[in-house]
């Protein structure tokens, strides 16, 4: 997965949030059968949080705190003290709150059932700023769009969009989006029952499965007809034969799979040739008394 909007696509328990966790290094590796992730050509472990941020599908926030305290809780959390002064990170928590368009809602508390506060899409760009603020160059998303209305959702996507043409690698799983956030994907993951039924750019999605006989019908939208195909909704037409074999197995036997195992064979090369990543104790942001201490305080 490159520089740009990765997604990662399938219905219902075809394993999307599973595969980003894996992607992620937030599963047990002892549950996997094997495989290895490798971050610019390195076999990582732990270091990988230190250079990507997770945004989970459900915001965790507290409803008590404002956007701009919780956006500062989070830089006194992850920021180390040694490289950050409060000044710096005040300037780090300020600049997040222009780059996601929350300048009038900083001062607003984020709510809870009792207490009125932000709104759906508000409080899903708070939880993307609070994983922000160690500037990482990796994001992760579940399901970002889940729970927002249409015109919601494709402002959170937008905004997506124009932090992964700042240099960021977006990964995120999505369900059933409207093609205007569709057609924001650079390269897409269609999953079915837990197995890959195609990988490669997004532009090219169509193509592949007109190839296989699967007709899209005129203002269909692409990521219903994908999932109306992998659903078994819609029957090959031009090619009935491909019924015969499953999604998966035919993209096995197709171009775009030996394009990317040409390309992760170039990646990986030998297993000697992989280095390993190793968590330096320079790099943790705080001591854990440190930590316990701004949990407590931003608790209070």
Known sequence: MKTGMNAIMGPTGSGKTSLLDVIAGRKDPRGLRGGQVLVDGQQVTSELRLSSAYVVQDDILMGTLSVRESLLFSANLRLPRQLHSASVKKERVESIIQELGLQDCADTKIGTEF????????????????????SPSLLFLDEPTTGLDSNTANSIMALLHRLSR?????????????????RRFDHLTLLHKGEVVYVGPTSKTMDYFKSLGYECEPFNNPADFFLDITNGETKPQSKPDTEEKSLAALYRESSFYNDVTKELSHVIGPADSVSRGGVHSSLMP???????????????
Not at 115 to 134: A, D, N, Q
Not at 286 to 300: A, D, E, N
């Open 115 to 134: 207490l009125r506060g932000l709104s759906g899409g508000e409080r899903k760009r708070c939880s993307i700023g609070m994983e922000l603020i160690t």
């Open 166 to 182: 700042c240099g960021k690698t977006i990964i995120f799983s999505i369900h059933q989006p409207r093609y205007s956030i569709f």
């Open 286 to 300: 705080h001591p854990s008394f440190t930590s316990s201490r701004w949990c407590v305080g931003g608790l209070c």
